[in-house]
């Protein structure tokens, strides 16, 4: 009685702790949309707008990939969300950067049709151009 | 000091519980110091009025990631996973504000492109108005050169009639354009013999004389009394003068002022024609009046008197 109490005991760390390891599933979906973000990222052309961002979640994508493949789910699963992030980060900070160009560039164009405005206002009417 | 021993029974449970939540508060792991930082950064991301209005979305994302991460802290204090969710909470928070940017910037660009419009649309209206202050400009200057041109044909015109004028009145007069002037004659006729008074048949013509007079009053005029060789040099000086005062005197009671007109009698000094016939001495027997050209002087016209 008691040893088959220690034997179902045994059973039952066995089945915890491979029950642990099992609770980690591969992050499959995790590292799909690590790799969309990414992608989008790279459409909105964070590359050049964020640099570092881009570096930062490939370079986590890689290593999720790696880790999924020894099997270690959990840190697989922790750096697929984090380069997901980083790869939104990137695409927002593209995405500022670029719309901060275009206001300055309108900026820019209105004060030279200003100029050039002025400058048609000072010639002597009649006059070609 | 007796012992009760019910409160003593009520006490101990109290003190052990007591004991208990000592021994939990005590024995709990804190916080890790990335979590407490990354609630402290949501906190201050919903406070800026920006974020909460341009990224309303993405705050409520870092919220709830705050949130989760803080409650899966306190069910499994996990201090690796805790840092994990602290640094994706943290990228959220820098999500939201790398949205706030964008949508301020866009929000920037279209009132700029807005205002470029606006812009635009000033300047081609300026454009628009010096351009039409040209045309404007240029038409009034069309309009004057048209004004200036139509006086000068109206002028030319003007002048032309007038000399067409002039001509049909000189013909009129039966005057004669010559080089001294506008010279229209008397004849013998129009005088009583040896006499200086105008009969009535010379008033015709003296008063179409008048009438051109008073039309060009820039105009002087000459008046020459002339005999025929018949007679004494004194006495036809006297008569071709008193007959050139006549016609002068004529003038002036019918409206020509005295200083546009000289009399002179010249005697026999300037045939016409010639004395041996009398129909040659008729000729000479005359007065003439002579126009002169506008500007002339009559004082300046006199013809020489004749050598005594």
Known sequence: MESSMTRFGLVLLLAAGLGACASVPPPESEVGKADLALRKAEQADAAHFAPLEMRVARTKLEAARAAMRDEENLEARRLAEQAKLDALLAEATAQAARRREAADTIRADIEALRAEAKRASNRIPGETR | ?308
């Open chain 2, 1 to 308: 000091m007796r012992t009760n021993p019910r409160s003593s029974n009520a006490i101990v449970p109290l003190s052990l519980s007591v004991l208990l939540l000592g021994a939990l508060l005590a024995c709990a792991t804190p916080m890790p110091q990335a979590l407490v930082e990354a609630r402290v950064a949501v906190d201050a991301a919903e406070r800026e009025a920006d974020v909460a209005r341009y990224a309303p979305v993405e705050l409520d994302e870092a919220k709830q990631a705050i949130q989760g991460a803080e409650a899966l802290w306190y069910e499994d204090e996990d201090t690796d996973e805790a840092e994990h969710q602290a640094y994706l909470v943290t990228r959220r928070v820098e999500i939201a504000r790398a949205f706030t940017a964008g949508a301020k910037a866009m929000e920037e660009a279209e009132a700029m492109a807005r205002k470029r419009e606006a812009v635009l649309l000033e300047i081609r209206t300026e454009e628009a108005d010096r351009a039409l202050a040209v045309a404007e400009k240029r038409a009034a200057e069309a309009r004057l050169d048209r004004a200036a041109a139509e006086q000068a044909r109206a002028e030319a015109t003007a002048l032309a009639e007038r000399e067409k004028k002039l001509r049909e009145e000189l013909a009129e007069l039966q005057a004669e354009k010559t080089e001294r002037g506008i010279v229209l004659t008397l004849g013998d006729v129009l005088f009583d013999v040896d006499q200086a008074t105008l009969k009535p048949g010379a008033t015709q013509n003296l008063y179409r004389l008048v009438t051109f007079l008073r039309e060009y009053p820039e105009r002087q005029v000459l008046v020459e009394g002339h005999t025929d060789s018949t007679g004494t040099e004194e006495y036809n000086l006297g008569l071709s003068q008193r007959r050139a005062d006549a016609v002068v005197q004529f003038l002036t009671v019918n409206g020509v002022a005295p200083e546009r007109t000289i009399a002179r009698g010249y005697g026999k000094a300037y045939p016409v024609a010639t004395n041996e016939t009398s129909e040659g001495r008729q000729h000479n027997r005359r007065v003439e009046i002579v126009i002169l050209d506008p500007g002339a002087k009559a004082a300046e016209r006199l013809r020489p008197l004749p050598d005594r």
